[in-house]
């Protein structure tokens, strides 16, 4: 088993900026590709970003490219989203989750998830 647990969320304005944090605990992080999602309310669950577990290898959704960076900190067992230039569209609750083998964007393919931490985004 893996806990995820994330923070970083909050309020922030349109053109602001927000960094989340996703810290892993229970099996070895560095095993894990990890991943960001987000749920809109009224919206299924999407796909955001992604990151291999040496960090060496991440992909965007096209709607965040650009202006969001997912980075890994594989010592400290935690993956972050550094989000920049918002949109009140960015506005969901974001999730973290991990899986056992490659990068993937499906999220039937994750085995952990955290609780979600909601970031608002003001216009």
């Known amino acids: 088993q893996v806990q995820l647990v994330e923070s970083g969320g909050g309020l922030a304005q349109a053109g602001g900026s927000l960094r989340l944090s996703c810290e892993g605990s229970?099996?070895?992080?560095?095993?894990?590709?990890m991943g960001w999602f987000r749920q809109a309310p009224g919206k299924e669950r999407e796909f955001v970003a992604i990151?291999?577990?040496?960090?060496?290898?991440?992909s965007y959704a096209d709607s965040v490219k650009g202006r969001f960076t997912i980075t890994r900190d594989n010592a400290k067992n935690t993956v972050y989203l550094q989000m920049n230039s918002l949109k009140p569209e960015d506005t969901a609750v974001y999730y973290c989750?991990?899986?056992?083998?490659?990068?993937?964007?499906?999220?039937?393919?994750?085995?952990?998830w955290g609780q979600g931490t909601q970031v608002t985004v003001s216009s």
């Open positions: 989750a991990g899986r056992s083998g490659g990068i993937s964007r499906t999220l039937n393919d994750y085995d952990y």
């Open positions: 229970g099996r070895t992080f560095s095993n894990y590709a």
């Open positions: 990151i291999s577990r040496t960090g060496e290898t991440t």
